[in-house]
């Protein structure tokens, strides 16, 4: 299952904002840039002299929802003089 939700914790001095970003809606955004990627995929893999090096990438590109899925849980914290960004990947 692929995360759905961000949430971002910003705290400055006194202040603390927080904000949340659904990921359904990026996801949605990187599809023309996946199918563009497919179409230069299909092309190179067309051309004899590219066919090898663009083969050794299908793999990774086979993986990527799995390496995406494995984000769920994530937290990642900043922390500076000013401010203290925390974010929950869920």
């Given at each position: 299952?692929?995360?759905?939700?961000?949430?971002?914790?910003?705290?400055?001095?006194?202040?603390?904002?927080?904000?949340?970003?659904?990921?359904?809606?990026?996801?949605?955004?990187?599809?023309?840039?996946?199918?563009?990627?497919?179409?230069?995929?299909?092309?190179?893999?067309?051309?004899?002299?590219?066919?090898?090096?663009?083969?050794?990438?299908?793999p990774?590109?086979?993986?990527?929802?799995?390496?995406?899925?494995?984000?769920?849980g994530?937290?990642?914290?900043?922390?500076?003089?000013?401010?203290?960004?925390?974010?929950?990947?869920?």
């Amino acid at each position: 299952m692929l995360p759905m939700l961000v949430h971002f914790k910003v705290q400055k001095e006194q202040k603390q904002r927080s904000y949340w970003f659904p990921l359904g809606l990026l996801y949605l955004l990187f599809v023309p840039v996946l199918i563009l990627g497919a179409v230069a995929c299909l092309i190179l893999l067309a051309i004899p002299a590219t066919s090898k090096q663009t083969r050794s990438y299908l793999p990774l590109a086979k993986e990527l929802p799995s390496l995406l899925s494995a984000t769920i849980g994530t937290q990642l914290a900043f922390r500076s003089k000013e401010k203290d960004i925390e974010i929950h990947i869920t």
